[in-house]
């Protein structure tokens, strides 16, 4: 995948009420409502899914918006 | 000809103090009932009294299976007892509920540990014994309170874990209204993943050890080595990535394809676990069966429930093909197909 614009469809479709917000590069994932570890893991089993990675925990932890997870994920792949 | 091996019926029993989800909010107030509810499926939990154990649990499920099935106790020749709280390191509990259940002495009496793949294992044990001859009418139980292992700081692992016991009856016979032939299974074991869902201490390996609270940085709770401590990203990779190439594998060994199913009964983790796995395996809503609202997570008792509470629905009848997955502690893995 090598269009953020994608990479943002699929971060937001692990939320479980993705269809209710709006959600762009620069937008502070972990404030939305529906945001737990759960959404979390399922975001880390879509980035191994399409980017063959195991983004690690650690460095998820350290990234504040979507485009530092895209920016971190393409670091490492 | 052909020797089957046949569910003839389930029961099972909750016990009746419960931990609801006002309960939990009240304990930990970021977390909304709504939110509770929203993620995991699940609203109550039943829990067990502190002088409640696996063993009781499975007295009163096996105790209700008879009263209202009309099978005669007397007809038992095995009991297997899946569970992961046994009574002592040694008796086998499943010895003391041939005498707690007055089967005959003829029986052959078995426990084994095994967690949320503990069903559909039992019924593998089951369909071998019946089979190779050695048995015709086993009662197998599943019962667990996992609640006893977690520390009541774990926010977590509170939320998703309920106690219960399930008693089915497999014989070489089709009885009553509606019976599964238990087909062919599919297994999978990684140890690798041993500590992924762990109680440490307390068994053999660190019989004397005591655990102290780990916290994390805001002063959360994150594990203690004498409770249950599940690594939640990695159980949620294992399911996420082992278990939908399993399903086409058990269905392959069944000579089915997935339209020949009719009904999927998981594990019932959790509702967004659930879901998510749902969707990798690609199956369809109206045909993957949920029910955890008001027991959680049972562990191997989850599936016995569903079935039971799928047949009461009216969602399981006779003519249908039901894939049951177990998968889980271990970590492990078991599928078959129930032809009913």
Known sequence: ?77 | MEVLAYINDINYFLPQKRLTNQMINQMHPEWSVDKISAKTGIYSRPIADDDVFASDLGVNAANRLFEQSGIDRSAIDFIIFCTQSPDYFLPTTACTLQARLGLPKSAGALDYNQGCSGFVYGLGLAKGLIVSGQANNILLITAETYSKYINPKDKSNKTIFGDAAAATIISNKPAGAINGAVQDFVYYTNGEGFDKLIVKNGGAKYLNETGVDILDDEGAFIRNDDNLYMDGKAVFEFTSFVIPPLIDQVLEKNKLTRDDIDLYVFHQANDFMLQTVRKRCKIPEDKFFIYLKDCGNTVSSTIPIALTEAQSQGRLKPGMKVLIAGFGVGLSAAFTILQY
């Open chain 1, 1 to 77: 995948m090598n269009n953020i614009n994608e990479f943002i469809e699929k971060f937001k479709d692990q939320f479980i009420d993705a269809d209710e917000f709006e959600l762009d590069a620069q937008s502070e994932f972990r404030n939305i409502d529906s945001w737990d570890s759960l959404t979390g893991m399922a975001i880390l089993v879509m980035i191994k899914d399409e980017f063959k990675v195991d983004f690690s925990e650690n460095k998820f932890r350290e990234c504040k918006t979507v485009q530092d997870v895209y920016d971190e994920v393409l670091k490492i792949s």
